[in-house]
């Protein structure tokens, strides 16, 4: 019998890609949303018997407040989080907060599946191989951890950064084009010289893994603070 669902991400493209996976393995999948920040909201309202709850920075402080919150008014909804493994204090805050379940990000459909099912049942859904890890890194933790995310963020200009922000947030060759004042066509060479650039095949393969090393979030942050810092009298970044 098929799950009852709700997918929550703040990468609407990953949402939308996972809730398509699991309809045709026959699923009720009520929502697709982001970002994650809204999905208590949504989950109160809607009440699935599951939300699957992705986050790329678990150990964030305030990443599960809209577990508690849903736990707290929908006690019999099973949230199930998708995050990056190792993370043993990701872990740790996500089952404080009230989840059900922890599963890797990158996990196959199936993993996934079979965590909701236990997740639905009043099992807690963790695999041993993942709290292997977690407590591996918790008694062996890296001195000077490879950090992925800023290694790929250096291979991109800003302009190919933004067009990935906007891969991720599921908008196509002509939403980019239109959102950057660019010609469909110059949007269609920035897509395919990030793709080259992470070594991926696909818009999808290249949210993923901006998603799971964390060059995603440090691209918006950056995003973010140069626009805060830029002055009105600034002038337009150039095309």
Same mark, same amino acid.
């Given at each position: 019998?098929? @799950?009852?669902?709700?997918?929550?991400?703040?990468?609407?493209?990953?949402?939308?890609?996972?809730?398509?996976?699991?309809? %045709?393995?026959?699923?009720?999948?009520? &929502?697709?949303?982001?970002?994650?920040?809204? &999905?208590?909201?949504?989950?109160?309202?809607?009440?699935?018997?599951?939300?699957?709850?992705?986050?790329?920075?678990?150990?964030?402080?305030?990443?599960?407040? $809209?577990? @508690?919150?849903?736990?707290?008014?929908? $006690?019999?909804?099973?949230?199930? @989080?998708?995050?990056?493994?190792?993370?043993?204090?990701?872990?740790?805050?996500?089952?404080?907060?009230?989840?059900?379940?922890?599963?890797?990000?990158?996990?196959? !459909?199936?993993?996934?599946?079979?965590? *909701? *099912?236990?997740?639905?049942?009043?099992?807690?859904?963790?695999? $041993?191989?993942?709290?292997?890890?977690?407590?591996?890194?918790?008694?062996?933790?890296?001195?000077?951890?490879?950090?992925?995310?800023?290694?790929?963020?250096?291979? %991109?200009?800003?302009? +190919?950064?933004?067009?990935? !922000?906007?891969?991720?947030?599921?908008?196509?060759?002509?939403? !980019?084009?239109?959102? *950057?004042? !660019?010609? $469909?066509?110059?949007?269609?060479?920035?897509?395919?010289?990030?793709?080259?650039?992470?070594?991926?095949?696909?818009?999808? +393969?290249? &949210?993923?893994?901006?998603?799971?090393?964390?060059?995603?979030?440090?691209?918006?942050?950056?995003?973010?603070?140069? *626009?805060?810092?830029?002055?009105?009298?600034?002038?337009?970044?150039?095309?």
């Amino acid at each position: 019998m098929g @799950v009852r669902l709700m997918v929550v991400d703040d990468h609407r493209l990953l949402a939308e890609a996972l809730a398509s996976a699991l309809k %045709l393995r026959g699923h009720r999948v009520l &929502a697709a949303a982001a970002p994650s920040a809204g &999905a208590a909201d949504l989950v109160v309202s809607r009440a699935p018997e599951v939300c699957l709850l992705g986050t790329a920075a678990p150990a964030e402080p305030g990443a599960f407040d $809209p577990i @508690v919150r849903i736990k707290k008014e929908r $006690p019999q909804v099973a949230v199930v @989080v998708l995050g990056p493994v190792p993370s043993p204090r990701g872990i740790a805050a996500a089952f404080a907060a009230g989840a059900s379940g922890y599963v890797r990000n990158d996990e196959r !459909i199936e993993g996934v599946e079979r965590a *909701m *099912m236990k997740a639905r049942a009043g099992e807690s859904a963790v695999s $041993p191989q993942l709290l292997q890890q977690a407590f591996e890194e918790l008694l062996h933790p890296a001195a000077q951890p490879d950090d992925e995310g800023a290694r790929l963020l250096e291979l %991109l200009t800003p302009r +190919e950064v933004e067009v990935l !922000i906007r891969v991720a947030d599921g908008e196509d060759t002509r939403l !980019i084009a239109a959102g *950057m004042d !660019i010609a $469909p066509s110059t949007a269609r060479t920035h897509v395919q010289r990030v793709l080259m650039k992470l070594e991926v095949g696909s818009r999808l +393969e290249a &949210a993923a893994l901006a998603a799971r090393t964390g060059l995603l979030d440090r691209a918006v942050g950056g995003r973010a603070a140069r *626009m805060t810092t830029a002055g009105p009298d600034d002038p337009a970044p150039p095309q």
